[in-house]
């Protein structure tokens, strides 16, 4: 028995490190990991109730699709789009270029080896079997770009239910989304098509200025920084602001082909070969639900892009791209994220009137997304006044947006907790308790543990969370600042098994750690130099 104990007690931490190892990239296996260690709570995975077989998900979110079709009524394609004044490239995407197998064997090498039910091997077989898969690989990629057809076994898709947070009823359909899970190789065929539509957009500049969702050098963090910057200034000349979040229901999953295709060839500039790519690769799709060892049947994708899909969200800018000049029409402020839309205006306190022109934006936005198939959701649409506070209590404007007025304290946009002051202390405090609730579960595991793979999950946790937008944190106080740096001391000692009396800083420097406050400047500059050097945008 002793000896037992001996050999369990040895081949723990070396199960433990593979598994770290393999996972390090994936934060959703390693979060379940630690979860089941530590008994804290069942990997969301495991929660969805036996009482639901695939078909009760696949008829749910058929439905719900179905359904949000039906509520939009009196669509007038034609005369919403006319109405936006955009001007198509004079230089057209007619086809797209074949690859050599260099290209295809970085592209297979450096992505992630996620298996899905329809793959034929394994991914990690794969990669092993590459030098003898490539040829034909080849062939069928440049087959594809070619003829513009995409072949129909990469048209099928597995969906996998994921409940949207971990702390909603698992017993409810609608706390779940479709996350549809596509073979390996079309995945690979997506990335080919999708580096050479980016190369094309970026090159004749069709992209909207102020959209940031999956485009290079780009992100929710120069998104926010932008955002932030103008309200901020806009503060300092005694202005407050408005900034409005909207919200948009099942946006990728309600788009119209027929609506894509046009933008594709009039907005976007695609043609040929290569339009009648996209029409295959929109046409004859269907996907089916896997839940407990069964599937459900199969059903028609009708509309929308695969969410879980490399072109999914390329295809939802374009799909967009009308809605900027809408709204610069009214002389507003906006940035987009994929589907998350932020308008905000900026005026003096007794020129109230202005804000009215928000009201009209919203409304003629929402009439223009209705006409696109795109249902905006009032009742999670979020307002926040922002600027000094004598100036914010003095006003008696009440805006009203679709009927009823909207008010709030704090919103959450791109996973920062913004407020009326924009001192980010409900963000800060919300990050500090995040983080020292992973902190906990890793302290639990010290012993399993070496070092080496504790710091990944002190970084896959916790790092990752303080480095997160913390660009925005600039000219904080240090009362606030401290808060996230109590965070990160905690984190050390746990790493190097400090006493808690020890010096911090021998300990932050045997780490290579930055204090949080350097981390911060770190970040701006290192955005200043981004953008200065075309790494970002301008």
């Known amino acids: 028995m002793s000896r037992y104990r001996q050999a369990l007690k040895a081949a723990r931490p070396e199960h433990i490190r593979k598994l770290i190892e393999n996972n390090q990239n994936n ?62 490239p004079k230089e057209k995407l007619q086809y797209f270029t074949a690859i050599g197998q ?15 039910l329809l793959d034929p091997v394994p991914t990690k077989l794969l990669k092993v079997l590459l030098p003898v898969a490539e040829e034909p690989l080849l062939n069928i990629i440049n087959s594809s770009l070619s003829l513009g057809h995409v072949p129909k076994p990469f048209k099928l898709a597995v969906i996998k239910p994921l409940i949207k947070k971990p702390q909603l009823d698992p017993s409810e359909l609608a706390n779940y989304r479709p996350i549809s899970n596509l073979p390996f190789m079309s995945k690979i065929l997506e990335k080919v ?28 963090e120069t998104a926010l920084v932008k955002i932030t910057n103008d309200l901020l200034l806009a503060s300092d000349q005694g202005c ?20 894509l295709i046009d933008r594709l060839q009039n907005y976007a500039g695609i043609q040929g070969q290569a ?28 509309y929308g892009v695969p969410q879980g899909s490399v072109l999914g969200p390329l295809l939802f800018s374009i799909y967009l ?3 900027g000049n809408i709204i610069r029409k009214y002389g507003i402020s906006f940035h987009c994220y994929a589907d998350d839309t932020q308008l905000y205006i900026s005026t003096r306190p007794d020129e109230t009137s202005e804000l009215s022109k928000l009201t009209e934006c919203v409304k003629n936005v929402k009439d223009w997304m209705t006409n696109n198939f795109l249902l905006l959701n009032s009742d999670k649409t979020e307002i926040l006044l922002i600027g000094p506070k004598n100036n914010r209590q003095n006003l008696t404007y009440n805006l ?119 981390l911060i400047r770190y970040k701006i500059v ?13």
């Open 27 to 88: 934060p959703r296996f390693l979060f379940s990991t630690v979860a089941r260690l530590t008994n804290n709570q069942t990997p969301p995975d495991l929660n969805i109730p036996l009482q639901f077989n695939s078909n009760d998900f696949m008829n749910f979110f058929t439905d719900k699709i179905d359904n949000i079709r039906n509520t939009i009524t009196n669509v007038d394609y034609t005369a919403s789009n006319m109405s936006t004044s955009f001007v198509a």
């Open 102 to 116: 260099e290209e295809l064997n970085t592209l297979i090498t450096v992505s992630k080896p996620t298996t899905c």
């Open 193 to 220: 098509i999708s580096a050479q539509l980016c190369s094309f957009l970026q090159k004749k500049d069709i992209y909207e200025e102020f959209q940031s969702g999956f485009r290079p050098h780009h992100s929710t």
């Open 240 to 259: 407050i602001s408005l900034l409005v979040l909207l919200d948009l229901s099942a946006a990728f999953d309600t788009i119209d082909h027929f609506i």
């Open 275 to 302: 339009l009648k790519w996209f029409t295959s690769y929109l046409s004859d799709r269907y996907h089916f639900v896997y839940l407990n060892g069964e599937s459900s049947q199969l059903s028609p994708v009708k």
């Open 321 to 323: 791209l009308p809605l």
């Open 400 to 518: 009203q947006l679709d009927g009823c007025t909207v008010t709030s304290t704090t919103v959450k946009s791109l996973g920062v907790i913004l407020d009326s002051n924009l001192s980010f202390e409900n963000h800060i405090s919300h990050v500090t308790k995040t983080a020292f609730f992973h902190l906990r579960n890793i302290a639990k595991l010290q012993n399993m543990l070496p070092v080496s793979d504790a710091e990944k999950l002190v970084h896959a946790f916790m790092t990752s969370r303080l480095d997160y937008c913390n660009a925005l944190l600039g000219g904080c106080p240090a009362s606030s600042i401290n808060k996230l740096q109590i965070v990160q001391n905690a984190a050390a000692r746990v790493l190097t098994r400090s006493r808690k009396y020890d010096h911090i800083t021998p300990i932050l420097k045997s780490l290579h750690w930055l204090p949080i406050r350097f």
């Open 526 to 538: 290192l955005l200043t130099y981004k953008a200065l050097n075309g790494l970002a945008p301008a």
